[in-house]
């Protein structure tokens, strides 16, 4: 029993041993990279062109945005709670007429107050909303 006793206790030794150098190895990391000095490697420029699409896809996502909870909120039971998230977007073909396209998250409160989530396909054209579709119905191809 002494021997059992003598062996737990250099084990927990030695793990309490390890602990506190892997301690003072962490805090010392963070001292070091916090009082870092060194040059820090630039971003890279984005150029005229990655700029103009950034602005583009933001510009289309507010406007996406807007015209999709503007189609919602009368449908809901509580429309100031929707929360929307959008997915990707392009233009699609739908029975011979092209379409925007727009994978939409968006989650609103049930009758009992709690948050459902639903995804749908929004087809827009003119700044409106003329088909929702399932996920499963949207085998439209770009």
Same mark, same amino acid.
């Given at each position: 029993?002494k021997? @059992?006793l ?6 927990? /030794?030695?793990?309490?041993?390890? @602990?506190?150098v892997?301690?003072? =190895? ?5 001292? =070091?990279?916090? !009082?870092? !000095?060194l $040059? &820090?490697?630039?971003? /890279?420029?984005?150029t005229?062109?990655?700029?103009l699409e ?8 507010e406007i996406?945005?807007?015209t *999709? ?5 009368p &449908?809901?039971?509580? $429309?100031?709670?929707?929360? *929307? ?6 233009l ?11 994978l939409?998250?968006?989650?609103? &409160? !049930? ?7 639903t995804t749908?396909? @929004? ?5 409106q909303? /003329?088909?929702v579709?399932d996920?499963?119905?949207f !085998? *439209?191809r770009?």
């Amino acid at each position: 029993m002494k021997r @059992f006793l003598i062996v737990i206790y250099k084990a927990i /030794r030695a793990f309490v041993v390890s @602990f506190m150098v892997l301690s003072l =190895i962490a805090v010392a990391w963070t001292l =070091i990279k916090e !009082n870092s !000095n060194l $040059p &820090k490697k630039p971003k /890279r420029e984005l150029t005229e062109k990655e700029k103009l699409e950034q602005v583009e896809v933001r510009a289309r996502q507010e406007i996406y945005n807007s015209t *999709i909870s503007t189609y919602l909120k009368p &449908k809901l039971k509580d $429309p100031d709670s929707l929360l *929307i998230s959008m997915g990707d977007s392009a233009l699609v073909k739908y029975k011979r007429v092209t379409f925007r396209y727009a994978l939409v998250t968006y989650r609103s &409160k !049930n009758s009992f107050g709690g948050y459902v989530a639903t995804t749908k396909y @929004f087809l827009c054209r003119f700044g409106q909303v /003329r088909y929702v579709l399932d996920p499963a119905e949207f !085998n *439209i191809r770009s």
